[in-house]
């Protein structure tokens, strides 16, 4: 019975196969020298390498957080290899960029994410990351006519130094905290995007990141700069191997929005969840913050997180530029023994600036799930509105769902509103679907769907679909 | 159509049939008549697999199948319909995306080939105007603020798009006016093929002037004790249960 259980769980998660592709993994272990190799391989310039030195020296003199609401295991950080590279086993070719293993190739078929690009979603631009590199970033020449530069930020490093150097570490500095620190020093791959004024990208452009080696951990790091009347929806997607040991996910997105630019950005995180007792999975430990630094600058937040063994992970917003507008979806799934505390900060310094919050947890089996959000209005923010809504949905009773909503008020005519909820899937609403014909497990994922579904129509609609899907696997066996 | 043999069932630990004996045959429509605390609403749980209530002893069978073997969703897309007699809400989910669930299950049951969005749009529409109920309300969430007339409505309505051979009516006429009870029951009429079999669960003889029930039961303490014809409803309508409750 036992066996037919972790069977049935393990099925679920259906990206956990592992690719064997040569990769070339630098020893365990973090210091100076592993900070300069890693620099050193990406042929860095100079000012890099000392960013990252400033970054490693800082996190050497701090300690891990601990006041989320996540029962963290110890991680040992000098038994991970920091650098991984599985596109190493290829010759350079002729026009010198690598020539691409067709077995990363076919895995990101297997993941629904083909590269060749006569292949691709249509109207999605991918760039492909697995473990520290960028495997390939599709329709790079197409976006270039419009000026739109989206590649991988070690290519950015190279080509668009000057880009890089201005804004890089701009939004959360490398002291920001703990995990910032750490990815600041040894950051290996993740996106740039650059949407020059007055553009409208005209793709969405997305990045998938996949964990492919053993005992590595990833270190993303994306940055978005969206400048005056531009737009952009930027899509992240990611997947790992199921492994006993947890694989660590420290990363960092920085956006940039200038005057009246507007950047969407979706997340559908779904990586190994660790197994229903909790044994392994990827611990996602995230920064991600938006400056709207321009008048009526808008950025969007949408996530729908229903993988991670552990979620620690605030997307947040600065709204400095006057007329300025933020908002932050979620939906956070908890099943088994997973641990989400997840939120947003917004914080509001110019004026007449307005954010919206809606939180949707779902927690099911003995998983614990928290919100935590702060909303801050700064002195001179006059007319600052916020309206943040935090519901939780209980599928059982040994789990837990928690609401930490922060308030930091510092002027008279901000108006902001806070609403919470918590319900729970009655017996009597599975009993009422399953007598119309609806097995539990789709009576389950409607209402769950229902639920979800002021966050799942925010995303772009190809993602959408996938996100329904996913809410209703990550639930299988939740009820019954 | 179905058959059930000396059926005794409990909830919580506590007997609440002790012991029935049930047979209905295609196209009857059978009343159950009692008090409250009878087992009527335990009857028609048991009969549809409500995973609240244990059966102990028995069978049911139901055109040839075991149903006591099948869980509640095969009873249902075996073609088994119960009307609630308070249908429960379901917030976030919307009337359309529940019926297309449902109806998509009992096509796939019936060897049935999907129906399009567009074809299941159609019958919705065509299974509403049936029950006259308010296009409004096909757009909100599962009986979310639906009214008591308009959930015992919505009910029915779900039987006609649901296509079932056997219906159990639980006390569809409660919380009904006179007009609500007429729709209702015509609707009902309207639906029934002549091969389709009821149970009506009711206390009261207004809803049977309308369904013409072939055979009535009445219901006493998980017993079954006595069975007649239309006039015994007639006679129960007048007189109460105080001769049989004084048994």
């Not at chain 1, 590595?216 to 990611?238: K, P």
């Not at chain 2, 639980?170 to 006016?177: A, I, K, W």
Request: charge should be negative.
């Amino acid at each position: 019975m036992e066996d037919v259980a972790r069977e049935f769980v393990n099925k679920d998660y259906e990206y956990g196969f592992h690719t064997d592709v040569h990769t070339e993994i630098i020893a365990k272990g973090l210091d100076e020298n592993v900070v300069r190799l890693i620099s050193e391989k990406k042929g860095e310039p100079e000012w890099l390498l000392e960013f990252r030195l400033d970054a490693f020296r800082y996190w050497q003199t701090q300690e891990p957080p601990s006041w989320a609401h996540l029962d963290m295991p110890e991680i040992d950080y000098q038994d991970i290899s920091y650098y991984a590279d599985p596109t190493s086993g290829k010759k350079d070719g002729k026009d010198g960029a690598k020539e691409i293993d067709p077995e990363l190739m076919k895995t990101f078929d297997k993941l629904g994410i083909p590269l060749e690009e006569r292949m691709a979603l249509a109207g999605v631009a991918v760039d492909a990351v697995m473990d520290s590199v960028s495997v390939k970033t599709t329709f790079q020449e197409k976006l270039r006519e419009n000026g739109i530069i989206f590649c991988s930020i070690s290519e950015a490093v190279r080509n668009h130094p000057d880009l890089v150097r201005k804004y890089l570490g701009s939004v959360v500095p490398y002291r920001d905290n703990y995990f910032a620190a750490l990815n600041s020093a040894v950051f290996s791959d993740g996106s740039f995007v650059y949407i020059p004024k007055g553009v409208r990208c005209p793709m969405e452009l997305s990045t998938y990141f996949r964990i492919n080696a053993m005992g590595t951990g990833q270190f993303e790091r994306t940055l978005i700069i969206c400048d005056d009347d531009a737009y952009v929806s930027y899509l992240e997607g990611c997947t790992a191997p199921m492994r006993d040991e947890n694989q660590l996910h420290a990363a960092i997105v920085e956006i940039v929005v200038m005057d009246r630019a507007e950047v969407k950005y979706s997340t559908v995180q779904n990586w190994y969840p660790g197994d229903k007792d909790g044994k392994g999975g990827v611990l996602n430990l995230v920064t991600k913050r938006g400056h709207l630094r321009g008048v009526d600058s808008r950025l969007s937040w949408t996530q729908v997180e229903t993988g991670s063994a552990i979620t620690w992970k605030y997307p947040s917003c600065i709204l400095s530029g006057d007329g300025a507008q933020a908002e932050f979806y979620s939906v956070a799934v908890t099943n088994n023994r997973q641990q989400a505390d997840t939120g947003t900060k917004m914080i509001h310094i110019g004026k007449n600036t307005k954010s919206t919050i809606i939180s949707k947890g779902i927690s099911a089996g003995k998983s614990q799930n928290s919100y935590r959000g702060l909303v801050k209005v700064a002195a001179d923010a006059d007319g600052a509105r916020n309206y943040s809504s935090c519901d939780s949905l209980l599928l059982g009773s040994t789990c837990g769902a928690h609401t930490f909503p922060y308030m930091d008020i510092h002027n008279d005519t901000a108006i902001v509103e806070h609403e919470a909820t918590t319900s729970k899937i009655s017996e009597e609403q599975l009993f009422y679907c399953r007598q119309r014909g609806i097995s539990t497990e789709d009576a389950v994922s409607l209402i769950v769907n229902g639920y979800a579904k002021d966050v799942i129509n925010k995303l772009p609609m190809e993602f959408a679909v996938e996100a329904q899907k996913l809410l209703g696997v990550s639930l299988e066996g939740s009820v019954g | 159509m179905l058959e059930i043999r000396n059926l005794h069932a409990t909830i919580n630990g506590k007997e609440i049939l002790k012991g029935i004996d049930l047979t209905i045959n295609d196209g009857e429509i059978h009343a159950v008549m009692g008090t409250n605390g009878a087992g009527k609403s335990t009857l028609s749980n048991v009969i549809v697999g409500n995973p609240a209530y244990q059966v102990t002893q028995g069978e049911i069978v139901f055109n040839g199948m075991n149903l006591l073997e099948m869980n509640t969703e095969e009873r249902a897309n075996a073609g088994i319909f119960l009307s609630f007699q308070q249908p429960v809400e379901i917030p976030g989910v919307s009337m359309t995306n529940f019926m297309r669930a449902a109806v998509n299950a009992r096509y796939k049951a019936l060897g049935r080939e999907q129906l399009s969005a567009g074809d299941f749009l159609k019958l919705m529409r065509e299974k509403r105007k049936l029950v006259e109920l308010d296009s409004k309300l096909t757009g909100r969430s599962v009986n979310e603020g639906f009214s008591g007339g308009e959930k015992k409505r919505n009910e029915i309505f779900q039987m006609a798009m649901l296509e079932p051979d056997f219906c159990i009516l639980d006390e569809t006429d409660s919380g009904l006016d006179v007009d609500a009870l007429r729709i209702v029951a015509e609707g009902f009429n309207k639906l029934r093929r002549p091969d389709t079999s009821a149970i009506v669960i009711t206390h009261y003889r207004r809803l049977l002037d309308y369904l013409k029930p072939d055979i009535v039961h009445v219901l006493i303490d998980g017993r079954i004790i006595k069975t007649g014809g239309p006039e015994l409803a007639l006679e129960i309508d007048e007189k109460g249960f105080a001769d049989y409750t004084a048994l």
